[in-house]
Every structure is written in C-alpha cells, then in structure tokens.
C-alpha cells in the first residue's frame, strides 16, 4: 500500500516565490498598521474613552443597560 507524502515541514518557505509573496503580505500589513496608527488614531489619543466611561458610569449607577446615545457624562470627566 503506497502512503501519502506529505511536503516537508519548512517546504514553502524553501520555495523562493512563497518566501516573497508572505514576506510581502507581512510588510503590506506592518504599513497598514502604522498608517492607521499615525493617522487615524494620533500618537497617544484614545478617541472614544470618554464615551465608554459614560456607558459604564451609567452600569455603576444601577441605571441598567444604557441605550446607545442616552449616556450623558458626569461634568466631572467633561472638565477634565
């Protein structure tokens, strides 16, 4: 009975094409990352923290589940 033969462990990435096209695909994603890190979420930025505080501030409160848009922040976190 003949068995299967399967390719070896690091059989891609010996094949020259297979090594470009993943080396390729990872520095697509590294510039991807660094794009939306520098332009979409500014050097240490937390955009939509103050929302999340409200949603939870409302929880800790006893309000119960918060509808989206009706949380209203403490005057507290808006001055600061």
């Not at 390719?7 to 010996?14: D, F, I, L, Q």
């Not at 409302?58 to 922040?73: E, I, M, N, Q, Y």
Request: charged fraction near 20%.
């Amino acid at each position: 009975m003949r068995g299967f033969n399967a390719p070896a462990a690091g059989a891609a990435s010996e094949d020259p094409a297979a090594r470009r096209a993943m080396v390729f695909v990872a520095a697509l994603f590294l510039v991807k990352t660094v794009l939306l890190a520098l332009f979409v979420t500014p050097l240490w930025d937390v955009p939509d923290e103050t929302g999340h505080y409200a949603i939870v501030a409302d929880l800790a409160d006893g309000k119960g589940l918060p509808l989206p848009g009706r949380s209203v922040l403490p005057p507290d976190v808006i001055a600061d």
